[in-house]
């Protein structure tokens, strides 16, 4: 496997259900962030982890949890979510704190999560 | 608070033909960083082109160049020679100096090549 990938691709629950999101990065990364995609909308930031510790959480909802175990993985955690909710979920990750370039995100492909 | 503007929601392109997709931004940052992607119908952002905003010279990668004029706050992605390929959503987004700072996207461009 190379770059992001994220797992699964396609996600159908119900509001009852509780879910997780995958995602991994190759790269050899040390930052790590989720970012939701509704349509008509532009990307919007959800969550940051930076060595491991999360460093931002834009009043996301409680719905939805974030779990970064190691530089390499992060997971989203979905429970008693809405329909409105329903949007591609992009995971990212880009090495911070380098004098090497810049600090391009890479995104993976993406997980189309439909709440009915 | 970051802001990233594109005005142009869609655009029809004949094959071959160069293409600039505008994008403007505002920012009260002194140090920041601007991206263009590309997402094609299967979801993936691309990353494409950064530029700093100290360099002085204009980012190329290839057939795409940025525009960047700094005065006009505006990073402009020009696209010379365009493929069939090249149809895709494609946005702007900016980061701040540095550290682990997520990106502010603007509404993306669609962009249509036609033969």
């Known amino acids: 496997e190379t770059g992001v990938t994220q797992t699964p691709r396609h996600l159908v629950m119900g509001m009852t259900n509780k879910k997780s999101l995958k995602c991994e990065q190759h790269l050899g990364h040390n930052a790590m962030y989720w970012y939701k995609q509704s349509a008509k909308k532009p990307l919007e930031l959800m969550f940051v982890y930076s060595l491991e510790e999360r460093v931002e959480n834009n009043s996301v909802p409680s719905r939805f949890s974030p779990e970064c175990p190691n530089s390499s993985h992060l997971f989203l955690h979905l429970h008693t979510l809405q329909p409105e909710d329903s949007a591609l979920y992009l995971c990212?990750?880009?090495?911070?704190?380098?004098?090497?370039?810049?600090?391009?995100?890479?995104f993976g492909p993406g997980t189309r999560l439909l709440v009915l | 608070a970051q802001k990233i503007t594109q005005t142009q929601p869609g655009m029809f392109v004949q094959e071959k033909e160069a293409v600039t997709l505008d994008c403007t931004y505002d920012?009260?940052?002194?140090?920041?960083?601007l991206f263009w992607y590309k997402q094609p119908s299967s979801g993936e952002m691309i990353f494409l082109i950064y530029q700093g905003s100290y360099d002085e010279q204009n980012a190329t990668e290839g057939r795409y160049s940025l525009n960047f004029q700094k005065a006009r706050k505006s990073a402009n992605l020009v696209i010379s020679a365009s493929q069939l390929g090249d149809s895709a959503m494609y946005f702007c987004?900016?980061?701040?100096?540095?550290?682990?700072?997520?990106?502010?996207f603007g509404k993306g461009t669609h962009l249509i090549i036609q033969p």
């Open positions: 987004a900016m980061s701040s100096g540095g550290g682990a700072d997520g990106l502010t």
């Open positions: 990212a990750s880009s090495q911070v704190f380098t004098r090497e370039g810049p600090e391009t995100q890479y």
């Open positions: 920012t009260s940052d002194q140090s920041y960083g």
